[in-house]
């Protein structure tokens, strides 16, 4: 009783598949070659200008509504970046997924894939993550890819190493990503870079002082490399800052605040006398506990004197950064600055 049905369908399916097909009616209303342009442009505009929520709106009933225009693929791209700015990460996925399906662009297929991957960075899916990488180096051998793009292809992959504990690997990465860049790479390129560079840092930094038993020599002495390796983290943030990315930039702020915070914390611990040994067990058994108290008391005041001297050192070198600094990235700087003239104020 359906056969009339065939041939008008066959019909209008072909008409749909060798041209655009804008007059396809829905249970939404009427499809007009107007509402698909106006929903495109306005999907594209929302998205460049951070309205995110507009730009799923627009995009996805582009995707829904058109499937026969031209833009009808590049749509799923732009989609997906709005979704993930959502942090709507599963549906990125599943529109980015599309998207490299069908996407016949070697070098679009290869920023689909940098969407997808960061998908799977927010989801936790490292080991996905890392594959995307992979499948963006393939594409590399028979392609000549952007540099921004094979940039940012290292830094997933070196940030999907380390979140899979391979450290050595996710350094050697970053380091080869870091020889790259150049002035000719965007800001969000050279930002996540170096922020994945500081992370590492910091990182770093907190392994000092080590657990073991110390003595009062190599207690100064680990705290003080500690010292050297935040002044050392700061001439990171001050690249990140002179790269004149945003998100970058207040991530940045952040890891360096939370590192000050983190040597002070060590810079005034209380270190008894397991932590801490006398000059020797001899000299040890004839102290009395008021000598023993007073040694520590003494020795906790030089540990604080001594990391105050880096906090200083750290507080001149963000303050002479003020004047080559892009007026967008003040904010941070000043942020960093407050917060360790905080720190400061604390130590007598």
């Known amino acids: 009783m359906w056969r009339w049905l065939s041939i008008p369908t066959i019909l209008l399916f072909s008409l749909c598949f060798f041209q655009p097909c804008y007059a396809i009616p829905t ?54 970046k709005a979704l993930i700015e959502q942090n709507s990460n599963s549906k990125a996925v599943a529109v980015l997924t599309n998207f490299i399906t069908s996407c016949q662009n070697p070098v679009e297929s290869a920023e689909g894939r ?34 921004d793009t094979l940039l940012e292809a290292l830094y997933i992959k070196s940030r999907s190493l380390l979140n899979l504990n391979y ?10 990503a870091d020889k790259q860049l150049s002035d000719k790479n965007s800001p969000m390129v050279k930002g996540q870079v170096f922020d994945l560079k500081l992370k590492l840092k910091i ?23 500690r ?24 991530s940045a702020a952040t890891q360096v605040n939370e590192a000050f915070d983190q040597y002070s914390k ?26 023993m108290r007073r040694y520590h008391a003494e020795l906790s005041d030089q540990l604080k004197q001594d990391c105050k001297k880096n906090w200083n050192t750290g507080l001149q070198l963000l303050n002479s950064w003020k004047a080559d600094l892009p007026n967008s990235m003040l904010g941070s700087l000043l942020q960093t600055s407050k917060s360790l003239e905080k720190i400061i104020s604390r130590v007598p």
């Open 27 to 80: 249970s939404s209303g009427q499809n007009t070659e107007e509402e698909a342009q106006v929903l495109w442009n306005s999907g594209k505009a929302a998205l460049s200008e951070s309205r995110f929520q507009d730009a799923v709106n627009a995009l996805q009933r582009y995707v829904d509504r058109y499937p026969g225009t031209p833009d009808y693929l590049r749509a799923h791209f732009y989609l997906g």
């Open 167 to 176: 450290l050595d690997r996710a350094t050697q990465v970053l380091a080869s």
């Open 114 to 147: 940098l969407l997808l991957a960061n998908a799977y960075l927010n989801l936790e899916k490292y080991q996905q993550a890392y594959l995307i990488t992979l499948e963006i180096d393939q594409i590399e051998k028979k392609t000549s890819l952007p540099s």
């Open 227 to 250: 010292g050297t390796c935040v002044l050392e983290s700061l001439l990171i943030f001050h690249k990140i800052l002179k790269s004149n990315d945003l998100r970058s930039a207040a």
């Open 266 to 291: 060590s810079c005034s611990s209380s270190y008894s006398a397991p932590a801490v040994s006398p000059i020797s067990k001899q000299s040890s058994s004839r102290r009395t506990a008021q000598e």
């Open 203 to 225: 990182s770093e930094c907190a392994q000092l002082p080590s657990k073991d038993r110390l003595d009062e020599g190599q207690l100064r002495d680990q705290l003080d490399r």
